[in-house]
Nanobody
Framework: VQLQASGGGLVRAGGSLRLSCAASGRTFSIYAAGWFRQVPGKEREFVAAIRNGVTYYVDSVKGQFTISRDNAKNTVLLQMNSLKPEDTAVYYC???????????????????WGQGTLVTVSS
């Protein structure tokens, strides 16, 4: 599976962005997929994931971000609303097949990664 992330950009605080992660491969729909983010000098942080139709979020984005997937288009989306300056980061999409729920937030368990897309939120 190859992943291609897009949709990042510069937005003012309170604005919205939608990130997209396009995947190759006809079986992508059975993969767990997630979004992580990283700022310089910090570890990569779990943001959201979707597995078998169930979604998972880090507490700091609950009610603010929504992860979804369009299996017909082999795409996973991250709708980000009410963005804050602290949401500024490089966002990465990731996927893996057979990922069990207990590892859904663990970046080391994902075998496939897209390139990052930069999200910058200005105050």
């Amino acid at each position: 599976v190859q992943l291609q992330a897009s949709g990042g950009g510069l937005v003012r605080a309170g604005g919205s962005l939608r990130l997209s992660c396009a995947a190759s491969g006809r079986t992508f729909s059975i993969y767990a997929a997630g979004w992580f983010r990283q700022v310089p000098g910090k570890e990569r942080e779990f943001v959201a994931a979707i597995r078998n139709g169930v979604t998972y979020y880090v507490d700091s984005v609950k009610g603010q971000f929504t992860i979804s997937r369009d299996n017909a288009k082999n795409t996973v989306l991250l709708q980000m609303n009410s963005l804050k300056p602290e949401d500024t980061a490089v966002y990465y999409c990731a996927a893996d097949r057979g990922l069990i729920v207990v590892y859904i937030r663990d970046s080391s368990r994902y075998g496939y990664w897209g390139q990052g897309t930069l999200v910058t939120v200005s105050s």
